[in-house]
């Protein structure tokens, strides 16, 4: 199948050449359009669920980590499932998934230095400020995914990252 501007190039030529008058190549050229959009309209249903799908799943996986406050260790261990289970639907349920797991992996950098510093006092606040913005972001992640945006937690330290798409 060739692209639209190929076959414009083509219908160019052929006017050109005196092969199609003017009217003849604006109709081909209005038809190809008229193709185009429908042949768009035509997928268009296939698409919608699909980014309705990736919000969800998005919301999803930034929610299950609120797990974790009724059984401990599955806030860590839902969402990265959901993320592994997910991650192909859509390139934003990947972009959450990424997000949700350098969130863990702060917390739990986080979690240790503050719980170091509870001997000089000042950790305790510290972890109790860890434990308010660990049951914050999620929501607000999750109220952001629903709208189809991809929100970083702030304070969140980018150690993993999406692979490079280039190959050399």
Known sequence: MQSIAE???????????????????????RALFTQEKESKA????????????ASTWGMFIHLSLLCGYVIPIAGWVVPIVLWQWKRHLAP???????????WILSTLIYGVAFSMLTFILIGWPLLGLLAVVSFVYPLMG???????????????????????EKHV
């Not at 160019?12 to 009217?23: I, P, V, Y």
């Not at 035509?42 to 799908?53: N, R, S, T, W």
């Not at 934003?92 to 350098?102: I, P, R, S, W």
């Open 142 to 164: 999750a109220s952001k995914a629903s709208k189809g945006k991809v929100w970083g937690y702030p304070g969140s330290i980018q150690l993993i990252q999406p692979a490079s």
């Open 42 to 53: 035509q997928f268009a249903h296939l698409i919608e669920p699909v980014k309705a799908d």
């Open 92 to 102: 934003e349920v990947e972009a959450h998934g990424y997000v949700v797991l350098n």
């Open 7 to 29: 076959e414009l190039e083509k219908l160019s030529r052929l006017r050109r050449e005196g092969l199609l008058s003017e009217q003849e190549y604006s109709e081909a050229k």
